[in-house]
């Protein structure tokens, strides 16, 4: 249960992970898309109203050019259908001032400078007069912005636009376009002055970029498609990871204790064979004997003498073969090995058990990896052993809250590694009896598992004893050599 939360856990996190990082890649990406939009549309609105500019400065040096011979123009028809910006023109004779004081002054500082200049602002309403003084005679227009903008080549929405434009002349200012005002964690500004010399406004435009620009449609898709990765990783792992835990069951299950079974009948077989043929002999001797007539005793009570040997014999191989494996070579195939390692891949193991019957599993380990001396394979057989005769324990007697305890205490040059369970325990009548061979409680077993695990025990140098705990259970202990680090 606890492997699924982990599971769980670690997936929930890497999605979130994803997600966040796929929502930063997006929103930069647009975000980008949406300044370089800002950016283009602000240099196509500089490079209108600077055109419309550079046409003020036109219609007066034509103006002073051709020098129209009226004394006063409201309203020239031609220029008005031209230029619709161009609300009046007003001609004046160098010899004489302007009647207006500004225009005057507007006047001389033409002379000055040679180009026209421009006075009478009035940037709230959008109007202005441009004058250029001339000879003899100087001129001067009346202008009015609004009409100066092509809004059919305009990049922004005349009304309800997002973007905020205003044109700029020392303190006064004409917004264009009001924007939007509303928060937004990103803002776009451009600021420039338009290249007419004597019209020099600046254009500022500015956007805010709301959370409701954000690409959140992008974002919910990228997550939904982290979670249905992360998702078959997950499966995909999980596959792989029952396919690897069912081949190390089979080998440990089949290939190892089939074969050890088999091994152990073969030499059963080989080894009692001898024997058996001699007590059938004498035996059959024996019979031959006591029907002559009369029955020649002497000799049929020699034959029955070597059949007792025979059958002791007989018993003594049984007794060999079951110790064989721990003259069989094992002990010289001990090496120092980490049992914490062991344990936990024998744990590993069985965990779908556990979770299936759903087995509570507590483990008291020592901080620190304890090494032992002994067999990786013996030494995770002997675990698996112990550990599934408490799960079948547990699921043969239908406990409600079934539990398994594994303990590990070094001691002074051993290590106890305790098996306990919560189950009805070992009947007081068979504790003795629990690693005979072939002796079992169970229908489907064989009797061999923990007589083969004494068996291993012992041949690595240590023990496995059972007993029931006075709390409640049986209790396993396999007593092992144990490393110290300073000689590992």
């Given at each position: 249960?606890r492997?699924?939360?982990r599971?769980f856990?670690?997936?929930?996190?890497?999605?979130?992970?994803?997600?966040?990082?796929?929502?930063?890649?997006?929103?930069?990406?647009?975000?980008?898309r949406?300044?370089?939009?800002?950016?283009?549309?602000?240099?196509?609105?500089?490079?209108?109203?600077?055109?419309?500019?550079?046409?003020?400065?036109?219609?007066?040096?034509?103006?002073?050019?051709?020098?129209?011979?009226?004394?006063?123009?409201?309203?020239?028809?031609?220029?008005?259908?031209?230029?619709?910006?161009?609300?009046?023109?007003?001609?004046?004779?160098?010899?004489?001032?302007?009647?207006?004081?500004?225009?005057?002054?507007?006047?001389?500082?033409?002379?000055?400078?040679?180009?026209?200049?421009?006075?009478?602002?009035?940037?709230?309403?959008?109007?202005?007069?441009?004058?250029?003084?001339?000879?003899?005679?100087?001129?001067?227009?009346?202008?009015?912005?609004?009409?100066?903008i092509?809004w059919?080549?305009?990049?922004?929405?005349?009304?309800?636009?997002?973007?905020?434009?205003?044109?700029?002349?020392?303190?006064?200012?004409?917004?264009?376009?009001?924007?939007?005002?509303?928060?937004?964690?990103?803002?776009?500004?451009?600021?420039?002055?338009?290249?007419?010399?004597?019209?020099?406004?600046?254009?500022?435009?500015?956007?805010?970029?709301?959370?409701?620009?954000?690409?959140?449609?992008?974002?919910?898709?990228?997550?939904?498609?982290?979670?249905?990765?992360?998702?078959?990783?997950?499966?995909?792992?999980?596959?792989?990871?029952?396919?690897?835990r069912?081949?190390?069951?089979?080998?440990?299950?089949?290939?190892?204790?089939?074969?050890?079974?088999?091994?152990?009948?073969?030499?059963?077989?080989?080894?009692?064979?001898?024997?058996?043929?001699?007590?059938?002999?004498?035996?059959?001797?024996?019979?031959?004997?006591?029907?002559?007539?009369?029955?020649?005793?002497?000799?049929?009570?020699?034959?029955?003498?070597?059949?007792?040997?025979?059958?002791?014999?007989?018993?003594?191989?049984?007794?060999?073969?079951?110790?064989?494996?721990?003259?069989?070579?094992?002990?010289?195939?001990?090496?120092p090995?980490?049992?914490?390692?062991?344990l936990?891949?024998?744990?590993?193991?069985?965990?779908?058990?556990?979770?299936?019957?759903?087995?509570?599993?507590?483990?008291?380990?020592?901080?620190?990896?304890?090494?032992?001396?002994?067999?990786?394979?013996a030494?995770?057989?002997?675990?698996?052993?112990?550990?599934?005769?408490?799960?079948?324990?547990?699921?043969?007697?239908?406990?409600?809250?079934?539990?398994?305890?594994?303990?590990?205490l070094?001691?002074?040059?051993?290590?106890?590694?305790?098996?306990?369970?919560?189950?009805?325990?070992?009947?007081?009548?068979?504790?003795?009896?629990?690693?005979?061979?072939?002796?079992?409680?169970?229908?489907?077993?064989?009797g061999?598992?923990?007589?083969?695990?004494?068996?291993?025990?012992?041949?690595?140098?240590?023990?496995?004893?059972?007993?029931?705990?006075?709390?409640?259970?049986?209790?396993?202990?396999?007593?092992?050599q144990?490393?110290?680090?300073?000689?590992?």
């Amino acid at each position: 249960m606890r492997s699924r939360h982990r599971t769980f856990l670690y997936g929930f996190l890497i999605w979130l992970g994803l997600s966040l990082a796929g929502a930063t890649v997006l929103t930069r990406a647009e975000l980008a898309r949406q300044q370089e939009a800002f950016t283009v549309q602000s240099n196509i609105a500089y490079r209108l109203l600077g055109q419309r500019l550079a046409q003020h400065d036109a219609i007066l040096q034509m103006l002073a050019l051709l020098q129209p011979p009226v004394q006063r123009i409201e309203r020239l028809g031609a220029l008005e259908a031209m230029f619709p910006q161009v609300m009046a023109i007003y001609r004046e004779e160098s010899d004489i001032a302007w009647a207006n004081p500004q225009w005057q002054q507007a006047q001389l500082q033409s002379l000055k400078t040679e180009r026209a200049v421009l006075t009478d602002v009035r940037l709230a309403q959008g109007r202005y007069v441009l004058l250029a003084a001339a000879h003899p005679a100087s001129f001067a227009v009346l202008l009015d912005l609004n009409a100066a903008i092509a809004w059919d080549e305009w990049p922004f929405r005349r009304n309800g636009s997002p973007v905020r434009v205003v044109l700029e002349w020392q303190d006064q200012q004409w917004v264009i376009s009001p924007g939007l005002d509303h928060a937004g964690p990103v803002v776009f500004q451009s600021g420039k002055t338009l290249a007419s010399p004597s019209q020099r406004f600046q254009l500022h435009t500015r956007r805010v970029v709301s959370y409701a620009d954000l690409p959140w449609g992008q974002v919910a898709l990228f997550a939904l498609a982290s979670a249905l990765l992360v998702a078959l990783i997950i499966y995909v792992r999980k596959q792989r990871e029952q396919t690897l835990r069912a081949q190390e069951l089979l080998r440990i299950g089949q290939v190892g204790r089939l074969n050890s079974l088999g091994e152990m009948a073969a030499g059963l077989a080989h080894e009692l064979n001898q024997p058996l043929t001699s007590v059938l002999a004498n035996t059959q001797a024996s019979l031959r004997l006591l029907q002559e007539d009369p029955p020649d005793l002497e000799p049929a009570r020699e034959a029955m003498a070597h059949s007792v040997e025979q059958i002791r014999r007989a018993a003594s191989v049984l007794t060999r073969l079951r110790h064989s494996l721990r003259e069989s070579g094992l002990a010289d195939q001990c090496y120092p090995l980490s049992l914490t390692q062991v344990l936990e891949e024998s744990v590993h193991l069985l965990m779908p058990e556990l979770e299936r019957h759903g087995i509570t599993l507590e483990k008291r380990l020592p901080p620190h990896d304890v090494d032992v001396v002994g067999e990786p394979v013996a030494l995770g057989q002997i675990i698996h052993n112990l550990l599934n005769n408490a799960v079948s324990a547990l699921g043969a007697a239908q406990i409600s809250h079934p539990r398994i305890w594994i303990e590990v205490l070094p001691r002074q040059g051993r290590v106890v590694l305790t098996v306990r369970d919560n189950g009805p325990g070992i009947d007081p009548q068979h504790l003795d009896r629990v690693f005979e061979p072939f002796f079992t409680t169970r229908s489907d077993g064989l009797g061999l598992g923990l007589s083969l695990s004494e068996s291993l025990a012992q041949a690595m140098g240590g023990g496995l004893t059972a007993f029931n705990d006075p709390m409640g259970g049986a209790v396993f202990a396999l007593e092992l050599q144990r490393v110290d680090e300073e000689s590992s």
